[in-house]
């Protein structure tokens, strides 16, 4: 069955041709000077969406597409002037700027996106990069043109208008696509990645990989857009790949409105033809406005100017799909385990597993292992380890020793989105959600592992596992599908966030408290519906509880965790009848441990 | 012996720049890209003082002064909304540097300009003849070390400080009021970026742009240094010193830029920096 797929191609259509027709009288009713410098607004505008579609969008804050766009112009300028025009040499400036840039992006993003990096190290590389460009150029003598950069050289004989004209249409196609993009449900993902990175990744989404090729592809808009610029103006200098022009895109991004894409693109042309106007007059007075109006915007009004104008006119400017527009749900066609140990003898195995802080020891000689079909339930006083060890579960690069075998598979020392792709699906302690995306978007980005999302429409249906349906219908979320998160109560984002590791198909199970902070009725429907995930579906589940009541109920297995070591390993009555769990949990006040 | 004492006393410049930053995100959790505006300020303030025709010596505390004074007032009114939007907080300090930066040159032009400096000449030291002003800034630079760790270690506000760094929740639960730590620690960086940009104009020419490169080498230095006094000394002497190297063996381009590329890759492999764990 293909499915329906909602977008805003007709929307999006009506705005371009509009803004074509704008452009197209544009040379007819402006001035000469007016039409110069928008070409050039045009062209730094196109820039802004691509730091607006990192920043605002993905929340990578960038100040280095300067230097792909100066990349893209320096190719230009280099061709051109060593070895001059001709329609030959132009394609393969073209060719060399997009290639350089997005070799430098593909560089930037290996650096600035591995596993675990702070947001800050990703800002910190975007700095060094227009700085080593800039230097390069510096050094470059007589080839780059040093400080004075490159000038005079032939170019496209092409007049001005005819310019204005290729400028905006390139200005409309790139906002038209990013419109498309960030409203799809590929745009979605870019906006869960801000929202809570690392839940992403435990969905099975490979987090680097989205931001590098979310770099690269910026990138090369960047270097088009650069290479227009050296085009039309025949003349290229250091400073337009330099970090401060990198920030002034940041600024007039930050103005406009981060995170709609109508807000940087007025805020670009704006801000730039008055520069032109103003700057001859009063130069220093004029940037010393806008950098008045930027610490303002950031201080008081972080989103901008544009939400602010489209809440006087009422119209939703931001991303993401409209409010009341909700999938429908419909049973997802289900390959659990496909590809994985279907025959396989251990769902999980750990052998010699081992996590220390130093010198600290949280976790001491770990093994064991559980197949299909079991409820195993780890247990221990605060500080056992419990928590540590769904980590080393979850993710290869936690523990400090041994190993964990996972439908079989090694996850060595395997990123989490890795370990979700043999089958591990981890529920974390505290509701673990997107705030500012609805229920039916974060069940989606639970299914972008399975269900390549489009990028550029909306799947009219949400398809899920039997499983996730069924924890949506029990707790009544399935009649919250368009609500935000942020507006649901305690329990159903528990249960919201249940139903999305459900969605991931998985056939182990982690669950960090999963009753936490639930009503009694609620507990018991959990519960219920874990037992018959084991039962019916065959899944491997992994409880750590604390309540024992709890656990007695629905436990086919018990393993009592107590400083870091496994002291019990067997059913539920050996554990309940245990003389050492009694002193544990009871009377030992020698043996509570440190706490973790 | 002559390259020896060039990287002492680069390090020893770098270190005075780069302090004034450290307290700041230490305690802060906050990069303050105001700070090469601070230090431009402090410049500025020197060459007031040498305007004035008044001793060089005194641009010291006078920079230090108008640049606490000014940190009192930008923590109140932009730095105190941010502290829960930490890369917000990178833009709207950025956003104030540029304001600083149109405020001097609209009051002092955008000319280069110099400043008097308090001592002239080179020294015989150790057999070399060498600067005698780098050669008061290892011992300034030292002095500062000394005294950042007096205040840090030996006084109640200093205690309070590392409360707040290690646990703010906690140090407010303690009943210490974070929101004074802050200020004065704010204020404190401000006043030493000012300090710092006094203390490096008599070797530079004042302009209104000249905070930025050092604002990039500072933010550097305290990216890969954790948030240790003693660790940025060894970050600085270590860049410092390869900067240096660069720059004689191979070239000043590349000197340039050896401080960020090597603190990027050193990030890159180890996120800690020259910290202990």
Known sequence: MTPRRRSDFKLVVAFSIGALVLVAVGPAVLPDFMINNLVRAFLYAVVALTVDILWGYTGILTFGQSAFFGVGAYATGLVFTHMGFSPGNAALALGIGCATSAAAAALVGWLAFYQGASPLYASVVTLVLPIIVTQILFSGGTFTGSSSGLSGFESFDIELRTWFWIAGAFLVAVTAAAWMFVRSDAGRVLVAIRENEARCEYLGINVSRVKIWLMVATAVIAAIAGYAFAGVQMVVAPEYAGFVFGTELVIWVALGGRGTLIGPVIGTLLIDVSTAYLSGNLPFVWKLIIGVAFVVVIVALPQGIAPLVSRVFRRPLRGGAPRDEVPELRPATETPLAGLAEAGHHAIALSGVRKNFGSLGVLEGIEFSAQRGELLSLVGPNGAGKTTLMRCISDGAERSGGSVLVNDHDIGRKAPHACVAFGVGRKFQNANTFDALTVAQSLRIARTRLETPSLWARDASLDLPEAALKVMQATGLDQFLGMEVRHLSHGQKQALELAMVLALEPSVLLLDEPTAGLTKPERMQIGRVLTELTGRHGLCILLVEHDLDFVREISSRVIVLHQGRIVLDGTVAEVVESELVRTIYAGGGHLAGARS | ?277
């Open chain 2, 1 to 277: 012996m002559s390259q020896l004492l060039d990287i002492v006393t680069s390090a020893a410049i770098l270190y005075a720049v780069a302090a004034g930053l450290l307290i700041v995100f230490g305690v802060m959790k906050i990069i303050n890209f105001a700070h090469g505006g601070f230090l431009t300020v402090g410049a500025y303030s020197a060459l007031i003082v040498t305007k004035l025709a008044w001793n060089p010596w005194l641009a010291l505390p006078f920079a230090f002064v108008v640049g606490g004074v000014l940190g009192m007032v930008v923590e109140r009114v932009i730095v105190r909304p941010l502290y829960a939007r930490p890369l917000d907080a990178i833009l709207a300090t950025w956003g104030l540097g540029i304001v600083l930066g149109q405020l001097i040159t609209l009051y002092f032009g955008r000319e280069v300009q110099f400043v008097a400096s308090p001592v002239q000449g080179a020294v015989d030291f150790l057999g070399e003849s060498y600067s005698q002003y780098r050669l008061i800034l290892v011992i300034v630079a030292v002095a500062l070390a000394v005294a950042l760790a007096l205040v840090l270690n030996g006084t109640r506000l200093g205690l309070q400080a590392r409360a707040v760094i290690m646990n703010e929740t906690l140090a407010r639960g303690l009943g210490i009021n974070s929101g004074v730590v802050r200020f004065v620690t704010f204020s404190l960086g401000a006043g030493l970026a000012s300090l710092a940009g006094a203390l490096i104009t008599p070797l530079s020419s004042v302009d209104p742009g000249m905070g930025v490169p050092w604002l990039v080498s500072a933010f550097m230095l305290v990216l890969v240094s954790g948030i240790s006094l003693l660790s940025l000394g060894v970050a600085c002497l270590v860049l410092g010193g390869a900067q240096v190297l660069v720059s004689t063996y191979g070239n000043a381009v590349l000197g340039g830029l050896t401080i960020v590329v090597l603190a990027a890759l050193i990030l890159r492999f180890r996120p800690q920096g020259f910290a202990r764990d």
